[in-house]
């Protein structure tokens, strides 16, 4: 029998699971390729007598933990919210083609420079805006008078992601070999930024996705017992799903258009939680926040410091991490 949800236990739960969150932070930035003293570098930045030693720590590998932590944590936020509206276990943020059009922003970003310095000189910026041009079109196909429908959204969704696998593969073709580099490495998805100013494209569309997601909690929780109980029970399952799939998109937006495509994270993360803590998406949407910031982080920090001073992007580590666990996830269903 399940244990009531009260507030001690949904406060303790979730203590628990900002442990790691908090370690990662505390902990992750101690490492990388180039070996400091990290307490004569903290001494020297409050101090007001910085070298190159606090530069290290304070503008690069700290700003990197935090953008770990908040990317981390929005992909597998949405991840687990996806996986209830969408009833699929194998659903994430880039089921809904989100990945691939900021792919093509990006790309088409560094192939043509002049059309980046046009938009402002970011390829963030055009990352942003084909993430957005994307979600618009999925919602827009999956659009019902009486709501979204989710079978719909599902298949629009991985439409637009081949759609636009095939112009990132004629970008590709056309580019030059001068730009394929650089179109490789934002594939496979990166979190180095430098300073705290990087980190700001990411807050106006993470932060009002994670607030319309984490609301969604006590919804979310009747809906994933079905869409008749949870419209028996008041819940107006349109609406929830319209706002669930609006902040996930505008959560993983953000996350993509500065740190590339990160796969795993938002589909191994959730089902993690799940298993520890049970079904009840008021703990498991911010329990899947913390852990999957945690997760995130502590794999960028294994990325940065296993072949230094050579730097894997993190996007290989989580495919190489998260690959097998999810394997082993589906034999055990199947068992």
């Not at 400091?36 to 570098?41: E, N, R």
């Not at 984490?214 to 819940?235: D, F, K, R, W």
Request: hydrophobic share 55%; glycine share 12%.
């Amino acid at each position: 029998m399940t244990r009531p949800m009260t507030p001690a236990r949904w406060a303790l739960t979730l203590a628990a699971y900002a442990l790691p969150a908090a370690a990662v932070l505390l902990l992750a930035p101690l490492f990388g390729s180039q070996t400091i003293d990290t307490l004569d570098a903290a001494r020297r930045f409050f101090a007001g007598q910085p070298n190159e030693a606090t530069d290290i720590l304070v503008y690069q590998r700290i700003p990197r933990v935090i953008l770990a932590l908040l990317a981390g944590g929005a992909l597998a936020l949405a991840g687990a919210a996806f996986q209830v509206i969408l009833r699929n276990d194998l659903a994430e943020p880039f089921t809904l083609g989100v990945t691939g059009g900021a792919a093509v922003g990006a790309l088409t970003a560094i192939m043509i420079p002049a059309l980046s310095l046009r938009f402002g000189g970011s390829v963030q910026l055009l990352a942003l805006v084909g993430a957005a041009g994307s979600l618009g079109l999925v919602y827009r196909l999956a659009r019902r008078p009486h709501g979204i429908s989710m079978n719909t959204l599902l298949l629009a969704g991985v439409t637009i992601s081949i759609l636009s696998a095939g112009i990132v593969m004629f970008l590709r073709y056309l580019a030059g070999p001068e730009h394929l580099v650089a179109m490789d490495r934002w594939l496979m998805g990166g979190l180095g930024v430098i300073g705290y100013r990087d980190l700001a494209p990411l807050l106006p569309l993470l932060l009002p996705g994670v607030v319309l997601l984490l609301v969604q909690a006590p919804a979310l929780s009747q809906l994933s017992l079905g869409e008749e109980l949870a419209a028996g029970h008041g819940v107006d399952v349109a609406w929830v799903q319209k706002m669930t799939f609006l902040g996930g998109g505008l959560a993983t937006a953000a996350v993509v258009s500065v740190a590339g495509p990160i796969g795993f994270v938002g589909l191994i993360v959730p089902h993690a939680v799940r298993r520890l803590s049970g079904f009840d998406q008021r703990l498991a949407l911010p329990a899947s926040f913390l852990l999957g910031g945690a997760f995130l982080a502590a794999c960028d920090t294994a990325a940065r410091t296993l072949f230094a001073p050579l730097e894997m992007p993190v996007g290989v580590v989580t495919a190489i991490i998260g690959g097998p666990l999810f394997i082993r996830i589906l034999l055990g269903k199947k068992r």
